[in-house]
């Protein structure tokens, strides 16, 4: 398989041209590809397929690293926009993008892209509970935080905690009733006097990951509510870089850098429960 690699604030996937969209691609086969031991090492895969929705013409078919499927992805889509426009597969910098989650209008400029990722929806308040780090073996903090819809589920909660000292490498505790597929977790510092804020995210699928799109799309949204307020432009930093968040009446945006970083040829060995990534050809995504 021909295959690129890409990242949008260090949140980074493996993309799979499939022009004629008849790649089978396992849940096992993309375990393999994004593992980083035995394989290309990525969060996520995003095949490159032709789009069934007449307003787009590429459908990104996004999937987690442990391969099951995911609705959107917020950094996916701005590094799948990147890769259409320097691939030649659109006309212009700007276009839709087909995903699970509906069209996704995307503008591709010199170094960021900036994507509609169509409206937040605020949910009810919930818990999230992580390994506490202070006080005995087996203990947890709760934090609340609310239930943000951005065509996948989250829970983002704001915190004075101190960020770096969660533990994430569990997935937090949820209230399984209210997310019965799972949901990715955010804790966000609440928002200062200039609408920025710090992040973590562990997603759903993936782990904690440096970045994550619709994570900060519902991080931002939630921190403008509890600062009582409906709209704003927010800036959040993830620990793989910074992301602008617009959050309209009816719609938000997602504004930040998308890097193509490497190209090559890739092929899968092993048994088809147990396949491992073999890198044929590798080279510099541009000379």
Same mark, same amino acid.
Request: glycine letters at 16%; proline letters at 2%.
């Given at each position: 398989m021909d295959y690129v690699l890409g990242h949008g604030t260090e949140n980074d996937f493996v993309l799979l041209p499939d022009p004629d969209g008849g790649l089978d691609l396992t849940a096992a086969a993309v375990r393999a590809l994004c593992h980083r031991r035995r394989g290309l090492g990525a969060d996520g895969v995003l095949r490159v397929a032709p789009a069934e929705d007449p307003g787009a013409a590429w459908f990104?078919?996004?999937?987690?690293? $442990?391969?099951?499927?995911?609705?959107?992805?917020?950094?996916? %889509?701005?590094?799948?926009?990147?890769?259409? @426009?320097?691939? !030649?597969?659109?006309?212009?910098?700007?276009? $839709?993008?087909?995903?699970?989650?509906?069209?996704?209008?995307? %503008?591709?400029?010199?170094?960021?892209?900036? @994507?509609?990722? !169509?409206p937040a929806r605020l949910g009810p308040e919930s818990t999230a509970i992580v390994p506490s780090t202070v006080g005995p073996a087996g203990s947890v903090t709760s934090f609340p935080g609310v239930a943000v819809d951005v065509g996948n589920p989250h829970l983002a909660c704001v915190t004075t905690a101190d960020l770096d000292a969660l533990d994430l490498s569990v997935a937090p505790g949820h209230d399984p009733a209210l997310f019965p597929h799972g949901v990715n977790v955010e804790f966000l510092s609440p928002l200062t006097d200039d609408l920025g804020t710090r992040l973590r995210v562990h997603e759903r699928g993936s782990g904690e990951t440096r970045s994550c799109g619709t994570g900060t799309v519902a991080g931002a949204v939630a921190g403008l509510r509890a600062a009582g307020l409906d709209t704003g432009t927010v800036t959040v930093t993830t620990p793989g870089g910074v992301l602008r968040v617009g959050v309209e009446a009816g719609t938000t945006t997602l504004t930040g850098p998308a890097v193509l970083i490497a190209r090559g040829e890739v092929e899968l060995g092993g048994s088809d429960d147990e396949p491992y990534a073999s890198t044929r050809v590798a080279q510099a995504a541009r000379a």
């Open positions: 990104m078919d996004y999937r987690n690293a $442990d391969g099951s499927i995911a609705e959107m992805c917020g950094n996916g %889509v701005r590094v799948f926009a990147r890769y259409l @426009v320097e691939a !030649g597969l659109v006309d212009g910098p700007e276009f $839709d993008v087909a995903t699970r989650a509906g069209l996704r209008h995307v %503008v591709v400029g010199q170094g960021e892209v900036t @994507v509609d990722m !169509g």
